[in-house]
């Protein structure tokens, strides 16, 4: 079965500084995998995705994504903070089968930026 | 405005009311989808649509009844709902298999008191 896992339920980094979000996925099939973004009181935003073409993504905001098949690994990263970047952040894998791309998501991360 | 719309924002509702939740979207999507988002839990998926017929129901307890008119359309009924049914209540919508992924609406904000 599809799953993804987050390490650190909470990131604080400095204004500036780099950011690095850690998904680590299970997958019986190539798998799809996104990342998403939700600010408070919001639903959630899409920010990048990976659907078996290039294996570094690039997404909205600077964020970037890398897959990594042989780490089964789909890290989110940004190379400097910004204060509106705070929010929390879901890793989401697809889950192929059956007629719809059911998205299975972590826990998520909650990323704060320091000043 | 993300192209889903989810009516009411906000909702507090007493433990013997009904009450509605409304997903809209116009995005020419197939498939539309249920999650229950609460504090310190995984989100989780409630219920998927597509091409207005149900194909997953995730055990979810029968005061939740969801329906599905169209493909634009769902929503979610409500009936002698509990306080730990409180959360924040996610329409989603997709083309089902394609790779894009979901858009989803702003939430409703549900409140049982």
């Known amino acids: 079965a599809q799953s993804v896992t987050q390490l650190g339920s909470h990131v604080s980094v400095s204004e500036g500084a780099l950011v690095l979000l850690r998904c680590n996925y299970s997958s019986s099939v190539p798998p799809y995998l996104f990342w998403y973004v939700q600010y408070p009181n919001q639903g959630l935003q899409l920010l990048l995705k990976?659907?078996?073409?290039?294996?570094l993504v690039k997404g909205i905001n600077g964020f970037e994504a890398e897959f990594k098949k042989s780490e089964t690994s789909f890290h989110l990263t940004k190379p400097s903070a910004h204060m509106s970047d705070a929010a929390e952040y879901f890793c989401?894998?697809?889950?192929?089968?059956?007629?719809?791309?059911?998205?299975?998501f972590g826990t998520g991360t909650l990323l704060a930026v320091q000043p | 405005e993300t192209g889903v719309t989810q009516t009411p924002r906000h909702l507090v509702m007493g433990m013997t009311n009904k009450k509605s939740l409304k997903c809209e979207q116009h995005l020419g999507h197939n498939a539309m989808y249920w999650y229950k988002q609460s504090a310190k839990k995984p989100l989780e998926l409630m219920f998927v649509?597509?091409?207005?017929?149900?194909?997953e129901n995730n055990s979810v307890p029968s005061r939740f009844s969801p329906e599905c008119p169209n493909s634009s359309h769902l929503f979610l009924h409500l009936h002698t709902l509990q306080p730990e049914d409180s959360a924040l209540y996610l329409c989603?919508?997709?083309?089902?298999?394609?790779?894009?992924?979901?858009?989803f609406g702003s939430g409703t904000r549900l409140t049982v008191v």
């Open positions: 990976y659907t078996s073409a290039a294996t």
């Open positions: 649509y597509n091409f207005k017929e149900q194909t």
């Open positions: 989603a919508s997709s083309h089902g298999r394609d790779r894009a992924g979901y858009t």
């Open positions: 989401a894998v697809s889950d192929r089968r059956g007629a719809t791309n059911k998205l299975i």
